[in-house]
């Protein structure tokens, strides 16, 4: 870490100065190659005003951990626990950040910008960056499966040690991650994950150094990396989710325009309880993809969505070489833990990334879903709120409980689900899905570009691990382009409808419905392109669909179907057209094959 400078040589190396004029407090700040840090947290701490705007001048500016806002914070799909914040802006009518070109570097464990109860929120034209990710990268120099080893080489400019028979990364300021964790292996040359890889949890018996700065990892593994390919760690599952790049909570009228996050230690960009959203022309990718040795950008989801309502629009941006999903817009299920009264009933949060999220609030209406039945009943305003604890919560209604509600059944917020538009935007060369989509809200995808390693369009509402809702009824999916998606070992399809909930509900009714796959090209290594599991009106229209083979993308599935439909209802399809080999077009059950309509005119070269 570079040498700390005193507060007062920093406000003076900064160039900052802030000015109040009809009561918005403005920060001026010039780049500095000295901490920012406390020159941050000094202007903040001077703010009165109602309305704030920052503005930085065009150049880099470098932040360090040490005297930033320390507080516990909670964060939906993070660790929740004490968090260095840089960037602490809550409760501002609006805040305007104005980037100009600047590039916000980073050090090791912060939270760079947190955004809580503001009424409007712009920023724009700015980067952020950490100058040392929290990542493990090398180079699988061997392979020895029978004696369970493998050699790699760590690439340059990577920070980790060797102790204790251990691969200890990333090495910053005292933090390391308790070993390798979740690991993935990627093309170095494209950058993308290798054709037909799966996730792996490594946890090496130990780890010997030999010649040349060469590390061999002793791990009997169920999938080994290829010869040549860059072994990629992220940690421990407890500790690699530290805090997103941009945090927005209970806000609303939000716009990020030419925002780019080439690192974060969790996701980009996470939004919670909040409404009408828009990203333009931003993104979360590599900065150097072609000639730089970094492979991931954030260690989770570039965007993701939990709770929000109004209309979010993404736009005319990129998302690369994430560790996640490219977008996952959704809401959240709590279970009923015990009736209260006629009234009232405690509910609980199950995931452990869960704890904490407000999951409602007085005056919002809420849906009771009853096992077995799987449908949204019926509606109850909350008319109180109590937290126990970061766990459980309480909640009393304005009208007495339906009379059929059991612990065990699932409650689900209406008023929190938002319309959904993504355009014009690349989503790829990373891990999982490119856009998991959970609202029963109008959603539009048109006009993208996906080449992801699982699904493209990926539709789960599901209580059995991380209990995010939202049953779609509303899905418009035209125009886009899929190219060799789905190239995971773990079998996919470029659109995958797969609800999920406990075995305590019935898993033959229908839980998505109206959903429209029209003008699509896609051009596949693979069998599965539509593969829908209890869907109620479903149609496949107008798509161009290539399969190629070649050496380089070798089928992965053969032997799987072209679409397949499983107790589904009212599927058409139209005038779809197929160049390539194929074995089995349709496959479906018994209950989907009453009502499909297929015109025959899908047409094979």
């Known amino acids: 870490m570079m040498k700390l400078l005193p507060p007062l040589a920093l406000l003076i190396l900064s160039g900052f100065f802030a000015t109040n004029c009809d009561a918005v407090h403005t920060i001026k700040l010039s780049p500095s190659t000295a901490d920012m840090t406390p020159v941050v ?17 065009e150049g880099v500016y470098t932040f360090l951990p040490d005297y930033a806002e320390s507080g516990y914070r909670v964060i939906t799909n993070h660790g929740n626990g004490v968090k260095k914040v840089i960037f602490s802006l809550e409760d501002f009518s609006s805040v305007e950040i104005e980037g100009n070109g600047a590039e916000l570097v980073f050090h090791g464990q912060v939270a760079p910008f947190q955004f809580y109860r503001n009424n409007k929120v712009s920023v724009s034209n700015l980067s952020i960056d950490w100058d040392t990710p929290f990542t493990f990268t090398a180079e699988v120099l061997a392979v020895n499966r029978k004696q369970s080893w493998v050699d790699v080489k760590p690439l340059p400019g990577m920070s980790f040690k060797v102790a204790g028979q251990k691969i200890l990364f990333p090495n910053i300021d005292g933090f390391n991650y308790e070993y390798l964790g979740s690991t993935l292996f990627f093309e170095p040359e494209k950058k993308k994950v290798v054709h037909g890889a799966r996730d792996i949890h490594s946890k090496p018996k130990k780890v010997e150094k030999r010649r040349d700065g060469v590390l061999r990892i002793h791990e009997e593994l169920k999938y080994y990396p290829p010869v040549g390919s860059w072994w990629v760690s992220k940690g421990d599952r407890h500790n690699d989710r530290y805090a997103p790049a941009f945090q927005v909570r209970n806000s609303q009228n939000i716009q ?5 996050i080439h690192h974060a230690l969790g996701m980009g960009f996470l939004f919670e309880r909040s409404e009408n959203i828009e990203l333009i022309s931003s993104g979360v ?74 999951f409602a609030a007085t005056g919002d209406k809420v849906w009771f879903v009853h096992q077995p039945d799987v449908r949204r009943r019926s509606v109850n305003e909350v008319s109180a709120v109590d937290t126990i604890n970061e766990q ?50 109008k959603i539009l995808i048109e006009n993208n570009h996906f080449y992801s390693m699982m699904s493209c369009i990926f539709f789960r509402g599901e209580s059995f691990y991380w209990y995010e809702s939202g049953a779609v009824n509303d899905v418009t999916i035209r125009q886009n382009n899929f190219n060799n998606c789905a ?37 596949t290594f693979d069998n599965r392109i539509i593969w ?42 139209i005038n779809n057209h197929y160049t390539g080999d194929i074995d089995t077009l349709i496959k479906s059950d018994n209950a989907s094959r009453a009502t499909l309509k297929n015109d025959d005119s899908i047409r094979q070269n």
């Not at 009264?341 to 904490?356: A, C, I, M, P, Y």
């Not at 309480?394 to 409980?401: I, R």
């Not at 995971?488 to 796959?517: C, M, W």
Request: net charge negative; glycine share 4%.
């Open 487 to 523: 190239h995971s070992a773990k079998e996919h399809a470029v659109v995958y409808i797969t609800p999920r909930l406990g075995k305590t509900f019935d898993e033959t009714q229908y839980f998505d419905s109206n959903i429209r796959f029209e003008d699509n090209n896609i051009t």
């Open 392 to 441: 459980y919560i309480q909640l009393t209604f304005k009208e007495p409980l339906p009379t059929k509600l059991k612990k065990g059944d699932l409650l689900e917020n209406k008023t929190w689900n938002p319309t959904f538009t993504l355009r014009g935007t690349h989503i790829g060369d990373h891990r999982a899905r490119s856009i998991v989509l959970k609202t029963p809200k």
């Open 256 to 260: 990020f325009k030419d925002v780019v």
């Open 41 to 57: 947290r000094e202007a903040l701490a001077a703010v009165k005003d109602d309305e704030l705007k920052i503005v930085f001048e």
């Open 285 to 358: 990718y590599l900065r150097d993809k072609e000639n730089g040795n970094r492979v991931i950008s954030s260690t989770a989801d570039a965007t993701h969505f939990a709770n929000c309502k109004g209309d979010i629009l993404i736009e005319d941006s990129r998302f690369e070489n994430m560790l996640d999903d490219g977008v996952n817009v959704h809401g959240t299920y709590v279970v009923v833990d015990a009736l209260i009264d006629s009234n009232t009933v405690r509910v609980e949060l199950k995931h452990f990334e869960q704890q904490g999220f407000q």
């Open 532 to 573: 829908a599991d209890r869907v109620n009106g479903l149609v496949i229209k107008g798509n161009n669909i290539t399969k190629i083979s070649n050496n380089i993308t070798p089928p992965l599935h053969a032997n799987a179907p072209i679409f397949e439909f499983t107790n589904s209802k009212n599927v058409e399809l």
